[in-house]
C-alpha cells in the first residue's frame, strides 16, 4: 500500500470525513460547531496552501495536515462531545480545537488568503468573549503568528523567498503554541465537562507535550501525523481507569498515557519550567534537534512512559 492509499484508508475509515477529500467552497457564514463546516476549513486551508515543492504534488507533505487529522482523532474518540453533527460548545478538546481551526482560518483571512467569512459562536451558553471571530477582536499577537505563517506560505508559492521544511516548520509551530498557550489560558471552566479528573489530567499533559514536540519542529505533515495517532487513546478517561493498567487500552495507549500523566504532574513545577528554558534553547542547536526529532518519532511508533526522563537526559547530553 503507497503513502497515498495509507492516507486516503485512514480517512475513509471515519465516514464522517470521507466526503471532505476533494476542494471545498465555503459560504459567507460558517459554524466552526459544525463538524463538517470545521472540516471545510481545514479542506480550504489545505487547497490554498499548495506548495509542491516542499509539499509534493499530492500535497500530502502540508505541514497543515496535523490541524485536520487530530479534528479526526478527538472526534473518533468521542472528546468532542457530538451530536447531531454539532460540537459541544462546552467541549473542552472542541473548545481548545477552536484556536486551532477557526483562529487559524480568521488568520489566513488576515492574510488575504480568503475573503472575509462571518464566524458563528458556540449553539450553547458560553462566555463569546472567549472566541474570537474575525482579525479585529482576535488577540493580535496570536494572530499575527497565524498571519505571518500565511504570508510566508504565499511567498513561497509566489517564489519571493525559499526555505526548508524545517524553516517553515519553525513558523508554524510558533503559531500553533501560541494557540495553545492561550488556549490553555482561557478554557479552565471547560475543564469540568470532560468525562472524569483523570481525562482532565491527560488533556492537560497532552497541552504541553505538544509545546516539547514544538521546539524539536516535529514535522506535521499527513503521514508523521498519522503515525503519531495510531497509540492515542481510542475513546476520553474515566474515573476509575489508572494508566498503564487500562485494560481496554493497548500496552502502546497505556505507556502514552502514563507519559501524558508524568508530564501534568510536573507541569507546574520550578523543574519543569526550567526544563522547558533548557529544552527551548537546545533546541536551537540542530544536531540536538535532529536527536529529538528521532526521539520523538520513535516515541510516536513505540511509546515508553520513559519519554520524560530521555528528555531530561538529551538536554543534559546537549548543554
Known sequence: ?????????????????????????????????????????YDN??????YPTLFGDDNLGNLLWGLPLQLMWQNNSGRLMVVDDVIYGKSWWGCMNY?????????????????????????????????????????TTLLDKWTHYFNTVQDLQSGKINMTVDELMEV????????IVYALS????????LASSQEQKFGIGWGNFVQII???????????????????PYRMLNEDDTPGKIKDFTESMNEVCEAMFDIYHLHNTSIYRLFIHEWDKVMENVDCRAKAQVMINNFFHSPTKEIISMLFSLVEHCK
Open 1 to 41: 500500500m503507497d503513502k497515498t492509499t495509507k492516507i486516503c484508508v485512514y480517512f475513509l475509515s471515519i465516514s464522517i470525513f470521507a466526503v471532505y477529500l476533494s476542494s471545498c467552497s465555503l459560504p459567507d457564514t460558517v459554524n466552526p460547531w459544525n463538524i463538517e463546516e470545521r472540516i471545510e476549513l
Open 45 to 50: 486551508m489545505l487547497n490554498g496552501t499548495k
Open 99 to 139: 484556536y486551532l481551526s477557526a483562529v487559524p482560518y480568521i488568520g489566513a483571512m488576515n492574510a488575504g488568503l480568503f475573503p472575509n467569512t462571518t464566524i458563528l459562536l458556540p449553539p450553547v451558553d458560553n462566555d463569546s468573549s472567549k472566541f474570537c471571530q474575525s482579525p479585529k477582536i482576535c488577540n
Open 172 to 179: 508554524l509551530w510558533e503559531a500553533h503554541t501560541g494557540s
Open 186 to 193: 482561557i478554557f479552565t471552566y471547560e475543564l469540568n465537562y
Open 214 to 232: 514544538a521546539a524539536a519542529r516535529f514535522v506535521t505533515n499527513a503521514t508523521e501525523v498519522h503515525s503519531l495517532q495510531v497509540n492515542l
